[in-house]
């Protein structure tokens, strides 16, 4: 059953009247079943974190104009209002954010911090608010969970800050859990650790998870599909086994190239040339064209339509007008 549906997504911005439009997501729409794992992939700046701030209704007092539809459960949240979306957020979909230290206030404890929306939202008092968090401590793999609640965030680590926020963003038991880069500060080993307990939480909990990364290396053994994103829109859209057998836009295949692989012996990982585009200055016709080692003149002409793939998979979707088909696409990460 899809417990999130977003269909023809646009973010736009206005700096002041009568000035140009600044568009920085469109048309983007993706949906996400219970129980299964979307990972939305791309570098800094293509988009990926204001689809979903828009879908929470959180790009805030000066946010974007936001038009187009998200579906949760049997309503529009594009049209409702901020006091409605609060019901929505924490109950309905839970974020767990990029940097646990600024989420985190620094002068209020973990456990009163964890309570709040406890006792705020869902008639908890204070000693059930605290038994409750401490199961949730527990649950994400917190040692000593009830002597923890005392304790402030810098008293934690890294991994143990971000272990809290997700413990915080499933409180409330919602049916999604978005992830916006949860393991960007963390060291190689606590990333593994903490990617491991999102999807063991999303499978026992039966949980949507929309993941957000600039890595398909973090995403390739957590999630069911993927939509990588470039320039506001969906430039390919798979199931992971799929994308990573067959990627056809060269935007995916050059983030594969970066990826490092273990049967691959390289002084220097490949770069991809230039820079992404401005959202106030996009080139014309397909937005990676500056940056394609395969583009043609008639990129300029027209943005691309997103079509199904040559392989015939009809679950996968790319758009370029010249994707690349071959069976000896990049496959380090892959799911076994």
């Known amino acids: ?23 920085t997501v469109k048309d983007v729409s993706f949906r996400v079943d219970a129980g299964e794992a979307l990972g939305i992939v791309g570098e800094s700046g293509c988009g990926k974190s204001q689809t979903m701030l828009a879908v929470l209704g959180m790009l805030g ?19 409702l209002s901020q006091k409605q979306l609060r019901a929505v957020r924490g109950a309905g979909i839970g974020l767990v ?10 002068a209020m ?85 903490v990617l491991r307990l999102i999807d063991r939480l999303r499978r026992d909990l039966r949980m949507a998870l929309v993941l957000i990364t600039h890595d398909l290396g973090v995403v390739a053994g957590v ?19 799929s994308l990573f057998d067959a990627p056809g836009h060269p935007y995916t295949r ?31 016709g397909c937005a990676f064209r500056p940056r394609c080692a395969v583009a043609r003149p008639a990129c300029d002409d027209s943005v691309p ?10 679950a996968h979707f790319v758009r370029c007008p010249y994707p690349v088909h071959d069976s000896n696409g990049p496959t380090v990460g892959a799911r076994s």
Do not use: W
């Open 1 to 23: 059953m899809t417990v999130l549906e977003v269909e023809h997504l646009n973010v736009a911005y206005r700096d002041r009247p009568h000035t140009p439009v600044v568009e």
């Open 61 to 79: 007092r000066e946010g974007g104009e936001v038009t187009g539809r998200v579906g949760f459960d049997g309503q529009d949240l594009t049209r």
């Open 97 to 106: 954010s990029q940097d646990a230290l600024s989420a985190l206030n620094p």
């Open 109 to 193: 404890t973990i456990g009163r911090q964890m309570a709040e929306p406890l006792i705020r939202y869902d008639g908890y008092d204070r000693r059930t608010a605290a038994d409750r968090c401490a199961e949730l401590l527990d649950l994400v793999g917190i040692p000593g969970p009830r002597e923890r609640l005392r304790a402030h965030p810098h008293e934690l680590s890294g991994g143990m800050r971000q272990r809290v926020l997700i413990a915080m963003a499933i409180s409330r038991e919602p049916k999604v859990l978005i992830a916006d880069e949860p393991t960007t500060a963390l060291d190689v080993t606590i990333q593994s650790q």
């Open 223 to 241: 999630t069911d599909r993927i939509a990588v994103m470039y320039a506001g829109r969906v430039v390919e859209s798979a199931p992971t086994t």
């Open 254 to 284: 050059a983030l594969m190239s970066s990826i490092p692989r273990m049967d691959h012996r390289v002084d220097r990982l490949p770069a991809i040339p230039g820079f992404p585009p401005a959202p106030a200055s996009p080139p014309p």
């Open 305 to 314: 339509l997103l079509v199904g793939h040559p392989s015939g998979d009809p």
